[in-house]
């Protein structure tokens, strides 16, 4: 399906960008966990040229704010995507002031006209997602962003895995308001959050969003069943591509058919 996309992080190096394009991956994501110096990293600008030369988009996240320190690295890594998944909520749900993130967007649309921005969109687990005003929060980026991405906000108790960032939980976000989202929004929305092979057919049913992202759930386990981060379980992700596009395929048949069904007033 041309119009449904399939991201997946954290890829690391240019084989594993390749074999996630084999296996039907759109947006192949990396991090960048520390601003660079005068240089890209040799091995994470090949993984990003490589994701490009298998027919795939490059999305790149990086897990620090300064805004010079954004703008090296676009200019170095020049990514089809940059993706910003800071925390956009306070310890109790609370929204912080959105200016500084939305300033920005606009630096880097101005700089990088030819880069897309993904940004997070915080939605609590379901008994927390009432404390996060979610859709004023989208409405608020949605003229700077070219992509939503849904992800899961842990609640008051919790601590996120990156301090500062939201994102690698494992943990599903309240679906019923991620659909609402998606209907509100005029930005197409990925749906990430807990996602792997075994949900993914269900969310896309629940929520029909642009997109389906996964990390912590296609990773490899480790001795003691834990992910293990910056490795991919080939076969996890195939499942997760397959199941991803067949509830998209058939979501897109229903609403085609919803589309097509005459109405008393006109048969």
Known sequence: MKNFAIQIYE?????????MARLGVDNIGSVVLEAPGKTADPLLARTIRAARGAGAKSSLIPL???????CRTLDLYRPDIVHFCEGLCERQGSTKSLLPFIEMQ???RKNFPQIKIMRSIPIGI????????????????????DFFLTDTWLGPAARNPVSGFIGITGKTCDWQVAARLVAQSPVPVILAGGLGPENVYEAVE???????D????????????????????RDKVADFVKNALEAAALALQQTAAATARPTASNP
Do not use: M, W
């Open 11 to 19: 890829i690391q190096t240019p084989q594993e960008a390749v074999e």
């Open 64 to 70: 620090y704010t300064q805004p010079e320190d954004i």
């Open 214 to 233: 996964s990390c912590t759930l296609t990773n490899r386990l480790d001795h003691d069943g834990k992910p293990v981060r910056f490795a991919k379980d």
């Open 106 to 108: 606009k630096l880097v």
């Open 126 to 145: 379901p008994l927390a997602a009432h404390l996060v005003d979610t859709l004023g929060i989208a409405r608020q980026l949605e003229a700077v962003s």
């Open 206 to 212: 629940a929520t029909r969003p642009a997109g389906v």
